[in-house]
């Protein structure tokens, strides 16, 4: 449907995106991930026409449905990051005000408001002022005035960020629910559990989009090795064997082994979760070993056990991450 074509953007001297080249196919769920300050709403920005790119361009293929005149006739629906929406409105009055800025009449808006706040289940809510609606329902009413034009391609900005786990669900099954009605949706998100709900995803790190496929393949064809290790010393002691130079910070015991095995040749990063380390590795036996003789070199009496497991979105990424662009 959309095609970014080494775009990029500056603000001053900082730039948000580098040259960034994705395909939005039509039917997709396509997630922007990455951390804050990725660059994610910048290119969404670029994306919806909202800002002008320095560099690059985005090519709209043919209408996919609706009408209006951007993109190609695509008719585009955007909710941005920020609750932006009227406080001091009624739910229906918010929805009316965008049906208007849409040019719709009044019973079109009406129509439409009540089939998607059914599907929201915002209807019983409809004369609550907003300022009133929780997390959840304030980004559901967001994605109501996004959808009152019945969008083809629907842009959404960060839609769950600091929403509760339950209304992320929901809100992710009227994604769904929308999707499988032909809508297009391009989302930007922090968070890889959302990561694996879309369709296909784009990696950004630092501006720059460092790896775009489906989630399997994403995680198929991650070229390491991940080993969940435990470490159990067999002195007890107050601080069991660890010497002093190599003891955590604030979490100590349970981080003390990650500054021990990261900089191990084959190591990619070690994170800690639990009383468990995930090590991403090249080759799991060799790093075993590696581990092993580094506790042996510190003079750690300590058993290491180690099991190989799936990698997941976060593994990918952070590997990704980690392999480093600057
Ligand atoms: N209008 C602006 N003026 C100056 N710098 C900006 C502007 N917009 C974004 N930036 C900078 O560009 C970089 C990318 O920001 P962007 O908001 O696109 O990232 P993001 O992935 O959406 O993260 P976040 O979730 O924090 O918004 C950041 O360093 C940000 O400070």
Not at 119 to 133: S, V
Not at 211 to 221: E, G, I, Y
Not at 288 to 312: D, F, W
């Amino acid at each position: 449907m959309i095609k970014v074509e080494k775009l990029g953007k500056d603000f001053g001297h900082i730039t948000a995106v580098y040259e960034v080249t994705i395909d939005v196919f039509a039917g997709n769920i396509f997630g922007l991930v990455g951390p804050d300050g990725a660059g994610k709403t910048t290119l969404l920005r670029v994306i919806c026409g909202l800002i002008v790119p320095d560099r690059g361009q985005v090519l709209w293929a043919q209408a996919a449905g609706g009408q209006g005149k951007r993109g190609n006739g695509v008719v585009l629906g955007y909710m941005p990051q920020r609750f932006s929406l009227y406080g001091d409105l009624t739910v229906m009055e918010n929805i009316n005000f965008f049906g208007a800025l849409y040019k719709l009449k009044r019973p079109v808006i009406r129509e439409r408001a009540d089939e998607i706040l059914e599907m929201t289940g915002l209807l019983p809510f409809k004369d609550r002022l907003a300022d009133n609606l929780s997390g959840g329902m304030k980004q559901k009413l967001a994605l109501t005035c996004a959808l009152v034009n019945r969008p083809a391609l629907l842009v959404l900005d960060e839609p769950t960020y600091g929403v509760d786990p339950q209304s992320r669900k929901e809100f992710w099954r009227i994604l769904y629910r929308l999707n499988k009605q032909g809508m297009t949706i391009i989302v930007s998100t922090p968070y890889m559990d959302e990561a694996e709900l879309c369709t296909r995803v784009a990696f950004m790190n630092k501006g720059r989009v460092v790896a775009v496929d489906s989630p399997s393949r994403l995680k198929s064809n991650f070229p390491y090795q991940v080993l969940e290790v435990r470490v159990e010393t067999r002195r007890a002691g107050p601080v069991g064997d660890v010497p002093p130079q190599s003891r955590g910070g604030d979490d100590f015991p349970y981080n003390r082994h990650i500054g021990l095995f990261s900089d191990l040749p084959g190591v990619v990063y070690v994170s800690l979760y639990g009383d468990k380390y995930r090590v991403v590795v090249e080759d799991g036996e060799a790093a075993r070993r590696a581990m092993e003789n580094r506790l042996a070199e510190k003079g750690i009496n300590a058993g290491l056990y180690c099991t190989e497991i799936n990698p997941t979105m976060e593994d990918v990424f952070i590997a990704l991450a980690e392999k480093g662009v600057e």
